[in-house]
């Protein structure tokens, strides 16, 4: 069982990726949510998670900079972190892989694109 | 060998393209609602937006400024937060003010990307999103207004550029932040 932790400032954002999510058929377990990065940061000290799905431009602190983070830390790095942004240059996507991540998903997106990409962690 | 002028880089021709586009895809994509795009529009100032209903702001600041917006009316306001969340919303709502910031952002965010490719990076503030009555949406510049009209469900709704080459990057020295609309009731 995945725990799994979606950071995007939109609420509406969290409920559907909770939704996509719950109709893949992956074995989920908990799913939290954080509003930006810093919020999703100070969850992680407490919380253990399996997968995180990341938003880029929020208040705070940015996806980018939440990837960063979570990939200096020696007891968070080996989370894979998925980016799930309405930036789509292949700049910004280069950026995020050079940082780290393991996957990049564009909004607006269908529920195929996320499960397609949700199978490759189980 | 003589620079080409900013200003030209990116005609109304391609803003247009990119909006239609960009908004084709999230509605099609994440509300499952087809649209018709009308006639364009250009104001040289103020925004063409209804006087009342939601409008939702966000700002891009780079090689190239401005803001782009939704407007529409507080029925189609909920009519797509019920679909973009699968669930019934009457009437105003939180949920229904982040469901509008959220499709501004990915149709501003989607536009950004196609004009980035001949503007140049930029960055994107979070979204603004305005109910209320007997409001206009001006710009800080002098940059047009590009106004897209929609026909979604019976009900008409805007989207909304007002960009140009950042005139301080052209100078060599970047202004930090974003292009800030003013908010003006009439």
Same mark, same amino acid.
């Given at each position: 069982? /995945?725990? $799994?932790?979606?950071?995007?400032?939109? !609420? &509406?954002?969290?409920?559907?990726?909770? =939704?996509?999510?719950?109709?893949?058929?992956?074995?989920?377990?908990?799913?939290?949510? !954080?509003?930006? &990065?810093?919020?999703? /940061?100070?969850?992680?000290?407490?919380?253990?998670?399996? /997968? $995180?799905? *990341? @938003?880029?431009?929020?208040?705070?602190?940015? &996806?980018?900079?939440?990837?960063?983070?979570?990939?200096? @830390?020696?007891?968070?790095?080996?989370?894979?972190?998925?980016?799930? *942004?309405?930036?789509g240059s292949q700049a910004k996507v280069l950026e995020a892989v050079q940082l780290g991540a393991a996957g990049y998903v564009r909004k607006p997106f269908n529920a195929e694109q996320i499960k397609e990409k949700l199978a490759a962690f189980f | 060998m003589t620079q080409p002028n900013p200003a030209e880089l990116?005609?109304?021709? @391609?803003?247009?393209?990119?909006?239609?586009?960009?908004?084709?895809?999230?509605?099609?994509?994440? /509300?499952?609602? =087809?649209?018709?795009?009308?006639?364009?529009?250009?104001?040289?100032?103020?925004?063409?937006?209804?006087? *009342?209903?939601?409008?939702?702001? $966000?700002?891009?600041? &780079? !090689?190239?400024?401005?803001?782009?917006?939704?407007? %529409?009316?507080?029925?189609?306001? %909920?009519?797509?937060?019920?679909?973009?969340?699968?669930?019934? %919303?009457? *009437?105003?709502?939180?949920?229904?003010l982040d469901t509008i910031g959220e499709i501004t952002n990915m149709i501003v965010g989607n536009v950004k990307t196609a004009i980035e490719e001949k503007a140049g990076p930029m960055g994107l503030s979070t979204p603004t999103v305005i109910y209320g009555r007997n409001f206009q949406t001006r710009s800080a510049r002098i940059h047009e207004w590009t106004v897209v009209p929609f026909t979604c469900e019976e009900e008409r709704f805007y989207i909304q550029l007002s960009i140009g080459p950042n005139q301080d990057a052209a100078q060599g020295a970047v202004r930090p932040g974003f292009q800030v609309p003013q908010l003006l009731n009439i």
């Open positions: 069982m /995945l725990d $799994i932790l979606i950071v995007d400032d939109s !609420a &509406g954002i969290r409920k559907i990726l909770q =939704r996509v999510i719950r109709q893949a058929e992956v074995p989920i377990g908990n799913m939290f949510e !954080a509003g930006d &990065g810093s919020q999703a /940061l100070d969850m992680l000290k407490t919380q253990s998670v399996g /997968l $995180i799905l *990341s @938003d880029i431009n929020m208040p705070n602190m940015s &996806g980018l900079e939440l990837l960063s983070r979570i990939k200096a @830390d020696e007891a968070l790095k080996h989370i894979p972190v998925v980016m799930v *942004s309405t930036e | 990116i005609s109304r021709a @391609d803003l247009v393209e990119a909006i239609v586009a960009a908004t084709n895809e999230v509605f099609s994509t994440m /509300l499952n609602l =087809r649209l018709t795009a009308e006639e364009v529009q250009t104001e040289p100032n103020v925004a063409a937006a209804p006087s *009342s209903g939601v409008v939702s702001l $966000i700002g891009m600041a &780079g !090689a190239w400024v401005g803001t782009g917006s939704l407007a %529409c009316t507080v029925s189609l306001a %909920c009519r797509l937060s019920s679909q973009f969340l699968a669930t019934t %919303c009457d *009437s105003m709502s939180e949920e229904v």
